[in-house]
């Protein structure tokens, strides 16, 4: 029987860092399915678009506040997946 993990990533902020970004993608491999689960984006029109690399990018540092970012960068759907049925 496939186990269900009911994972929910609460935001204080706007903006999410690494730290917490690595904090909720380890909840959700605490599932067996969630290694072999298709990878996208869904963006603000509801289009939901494949994930083609991430890359750590450096920045010109004005002020201490963020020098670093990680950028995803997507790329539309490879092959469409069928309907959503429900949030696991």
């Known amino acids: 029987m496939l186990q269900l993990y009911n994972i929910s990533c ?3 902020t ?3 860092n690494g730290k917490s970004f ?3 993608l380890d ?3 605490l599932s067996p399915t969630s290694g072999e689960a298709r990878v996208q984006i869904q963006l603000p029109n509801g289009q939901m ?3 083609k690399e991430i890359n750590l ?3 010109r540092v004005i002020g201490d506040r963020e020098t670093h970012r990680l950028v995803i960068v997507a790329e539309p759907e ?3 997946m069928g309907k ?3 949030k696991i």
Do not use: V
């Open 10 to 12: 609460i935001l204080q």
């Open 14 to 16: 706007r903006m999410l």
């Open 22 to 24: 690595r904090q909720a």
């Open 27 to 29: 909840k959700f491999f």
């Open 49 to 51: 678009m494949d994930i």
């Open 57 to 59: 990018l450096e920045n």
């Open 78 to 80: 490879r092959a469409r």
């Open 84 to 86: 959503i049925i429900g």
